[in-house]
């Protein structure tokens, strides 16, 4: 059984940092994507950032140029690192991730990770 486990979430001030991780664990043949979205209160899941085994990344225009999303294929972790976060930025973080397993490809979802940015 492959699952995914987010960590790294928590209250920051306006202007602060934070770093998820989320691993597939389990039987994982290979990695194809990971990827993050966030959920507001009364708004639709939204993708943030996602990126591909080869490198290639993909960012909301929220979040360019302050969230960094990079992947270790070793450890089966994806990372998100984000910076100068404003409450706007407050949600659910959900990581996500394309892969195989001894079954066949899955499409995976995490628990979620809370992220609030206030003052």
């Known amino acids: 059984q492959v699952y995914l486990a987010e960590s790294g979430g928590g209250l920051v001030q306006p202007g602060g940092s934070l770093r998820l991780s989320c691993v597939a664990s389990g039987n994982v043949f290979s990695l194809n994507a990971m990827g993050w979205y966030r959920q507001a209160p009364g708004l639709q899941r939204e993708l943030v950032a996602r990126i591909r085994s080869v490198g290639d990344t993909t960012y909301a225009n929220t979040v360019k140029g302050r969230f960094t999303i990079s992947m270790d294929n070793a450890k089966n972790t994806v990372y998100l690192d984000m910076d100068s976060l404003t409450p706007a930025d407050t949600a659910i973080y959900y990581c996500?991730?394309?892969?195989?397993?001894?079954?066949?490809?899955?499409?995976?979802w995490g628990q979620g990770t809370q992220v609030t940015v206030s003052s």
């Open positions: 996500d991730a394309d892969l195989y397993d001894d079954v066949g490809y899955k499409h995976l």
